[in-house]
Nanobody
Framework: QVQLQASGGGLVQAGGSLRLSCAAS????????IGWFRQAPGKEREGVSC????????SYTDSVKGRFTFSRDNAKKTVYLQMTSLKPEDTAVYYCAAGRRRVVGGCPRPGDMEYWGAGTQVTVSS
């Protein structure tokens, strides 16, 4: 059974940091593109960062470049999103997702992802 379980969200002041984790099970992590997505109230779900399958590249949306770092530990079947210098506009529910689509230099669209975990709320206060 495929499962993705995200954790690590919380309330933090602007300028602070959080690390999100996503534990995966039921599928070969290295064979899938893993992405972090977020959805703020009243907005569409957007891609934040992704790591392409089979040791592929890591991509970030422009608004988080230099502040967020995506890493994966295939042995632990866990991926992480280290978020620093957080801003109020980063407030959203964050989701991890997996899919077999690879996008050179970018991330798949939410609709291309096959498996989703439950989200974790990140709230950044000003």
């Amino acid at each position: 059974q495929v499962q993705l379980q995200a954790s690590g969200g919380g309330l933090v002041q602007a300028g602070g940091s959080l690390r999100l984790s996503c534990a995966a099970s039921g599928f070969p992590l290295h064979s899938y593109t893993i992405g972090w997505f977020r959805q703020a109230p009243g907005k569409e779900r957007e891609g934040v960062s992704c790591i392409n399958s089979h040791g592929g590249s890591t991509s970030y949306t422009d608004s988080v470049k230099g502040r967020f770092t995506f890493s994966r530990d295939n042995a632990k079947k866990t991926v992480y999103l280290q978020m620093t210098s957080l801003k109020p506009e980063d407030t959203a529910v964050y989701y991890c997702a997996a899919g077999r689509r690879r996008v050179v230099g970018g991330c798949p669209r939410p609709g291309d992802m096959e498996y989703w975990g439950a989200g974790t709320q990140v709230t950044v206060s000003s």
